[in-house]
């Protein structure tokens, strides 16, 4: 099946700061879903982008299908962006079932 | 209404009791499925109904794992004689299905607060 790759695994913050969010697949996708999962445990949508750019306030999304990666930018971070992302996707003849990454866990600190 | 809602959150049951998780999807959303997360991974995929055909139970553990969506609604995913390797997060998730000329597709997936199960 499609493997997913998630970089880097885990990353640090200072409240304000930056950062990019890397996830590389293995095969052509039919769709790409980026998830925060908070410290509660709720996984969260924050795009649904299997091609393309997409933003939303803060944050925002790049896929780039035919190099198969898809980026995930976070701007000027606050605490509440503290969690594990996930992007997952899914291909071919099983185009409902979604395969994650392995996440990548954020931590913001003030 | 509101978005996916799953119960019990927490389920606490001893080896070999036999639990039930209920997942109410978004009205309107014809396409359900299950996942399985454990701790530190994301989650993986059990199975999936299109209205109240089951039409993928490929990552079923086992047979001890069954479910069901008898109205094309809600669903119930039933796990018998529980192991403790059977504790994890179990999520729900539903989404529309549009239909093209030539195929189906998909649409995002949105996944309930999930039922943390506890095997002891």
């Known amino acids: 099946g499609i493997q997913v790759e998630q970089s880097p695994p885990d990353l640090i913050l200072q409240e304000g700061a930056n950062s990019t969010l890397r996830c590389n697949f293995s095969d052509s996708v039919n769709n790409l879903q980026w998830f925060h999962q908070n410290p509660w445990g709720q996984l969260i949508n924050l795009f649904y982008i299997p091609s393309g750019t997409k933003q939303n306030g803060r944050l925002s999304a790049t896929t780039v299908a035919t190099e198969r990666y898809s980026l995930l930018y976070i701007s000027s971070s606050q605490t509440t962006d503290s969690g594990v992302y996930f992007c997952a996707v899914n291909s071919g003849g099983s185009n409902y079932k979604l395969t994650f990454g392995k996440g990548t866990l954020l931590t913001v600190n003030p | 209404g509101a978005g996916v809602s799953q119960s019990p959150r927490y389920k606490v049951t001893k080896r070999g009791q036999d639990v039930a998780l209920r997942c109410d999807p978004i009205s309107g959303h014809v396409s359900l499925y299950w996942y399985r997360q454990a701790l530190g991974q994301g989650p993986e995929f059990l199975t999936y109904f299109n209205y109240e055909a089951q039409q993928d139970k490929s990552g079923l553990p086992n047979d001890r794992f069954s479910a069901e969506r008898p109205e094309g609604s809600i669903s119930t995913l039933t796990i018998q004689r529980t192991e403790q390797r059977d504790s994890a997060m179990y999520r729900c998730?539903?989404?529309?299905?549009?239909?093209?000329?030539?195929?189906?597709?998909?649409?995002?997936?949105?996944f309930g607060p999930g039922t943390r199960l506890l095997v002891l």
């Open positions: 998730a539903s989404s529309l299905m549009s239909r093209g000329l030539l195929s189906f597709s998909w649409e995002t997936q949105y």
